[in-house]
T-cell receptor
C-alpha cells in the first residue's frame, strides 16, 4: 500500500527552465509534507516542507504547492541549475506517527 | 549543534560474514533513531526505528538486526550477510516530528561479494 507516490522515476529539464516534480498521497491524515534532495553516495538533505493548512511555501528558487482536494503536491524549481541534478524524495508525516512515509524518488537531470 | 556520524563510508564483505554498522548522534537527547536502506535504483526502505534505549521496532523481516545500547548510539548488525544485503545504508535521527523531518547521516555503501 503506497501511501506516497512519485510516478515519474526520472525527469530531464533544460538549464534555466522550470523543473516540476510531482507527488501524490492517499492518506488524508498527513499533516506535513517534505521534500528531500539526495546526491549519489550521500544521505538525503532536507529541502523544503509544507503544512497541510497551507497551499504554498516558497524558499528561494524552490516552491512547494499543495492541493489537498486532489491529494497532490508539487515541487517547482526555477530557474533550474546543474547542481539541482539529484534524486528528489517526497515524504509525508502524521502528527500521530513519528515516521515519515516516503515516495520512491524522482531523478532530476538538468541538461546544459 | 546536532550532528550525526555514520561509519564506515564503504564496506566490502564476503557472503556469510558478519556486519556491524554504527551510528551516533551528538547534541541532542533521546532522539528517535532510524536505519534505512536504499537498494540500487530504488527508494528508501525503513529497516528499524527506535524511540529509546533498548527499544527496537522492525519494519521489514530480514537478515538484519538493530540495537540501541546507548541513548545516542544505533547499531545495525547481521550474523551472516547475503548477497541481497548489498545496498546503501542510512542512519537518521529526529526529535519528535517537526516540519524538518529527519536528519540523515552520510551513509554506508555495503557490497556483499
Amino acid at each position: 500500500d503506497q501511501q506516497v507516490k512519485q510516478n515519474s522515476p526520472s525527469l530531464s529539464v533544460q538549464e534555466g527552465r522550470i523543473s516540476i516534480l510531482n507527488c501524490d498521497y492517499t492518506n488524508s491524515m498527513f499533516d506535513y509534507f517534505l521534500w528531500y534532495k539526495k546526491y549519489p553516495a550521500e544521505g538525503p538533505t532536507f529541502l523544503i516542507s509544507i503544512s497541510s493548512i497551507k497551499d504554498k511555501n516558497e524558499d528561494g528558487r524552490f516552491t512547494v504547492f499543495l492541493n489537498k482536494s486532489a491529494k497532490h503536491l508539487s515541487l517547482h524549481i526555477v530557474p533550474s541549475q546543474p547542481g539541482d541534478s539529484a534524486v528528489y524524495f517526497c515524504a509525508a508525516s502524521a502528527v500521530s506517527n513519528y515516521q515519515l512515509i516516503w515516495g520512491a524518488g524522482t531523478k532530476l537531470i538538468i541538461k546544459p | 549543534s546536532q550532528t550525526i556520524h555514520q561509519w564506515p563510508a564503504t564496506l566490502v564483505q564476503p557472503v556469510g560474514s558478519p556486519l556491524s554498522l554504527e551510528c551516533t548522534v551528538e547534541g541532542t537527547s533521546n532522539p528517535n533513531l532510524y536505519w534505512y536502506r536504499q537498494a540500487a535504483g530504488r527508494g528508501l526502505q525503513l529497516l528499524f526505528y527506535s524511540v529509546g534505549i533498548g527499544q527496537i521496532s522492525s519494519e521489514v523481516p530480514q537478515n538484519l538486526s538493530a540495537s540501541r545500547p546507548q541513548d545516542r548510539q544505533f547499531i545495525l548488525s547481521s550474523k551472516k550477510l547475503l548477497l541481497s544485503d548489498s545496498g546503501f545504508y542510512l542512519c537518521a535521527w529526529s526529535v519528535g516530528l517537526t516540519s524538518y523531518g529527519y536528519t540523515f547521516g552520510s551513509g554506508t555503501r555495503l557490497t556483499v561479494v
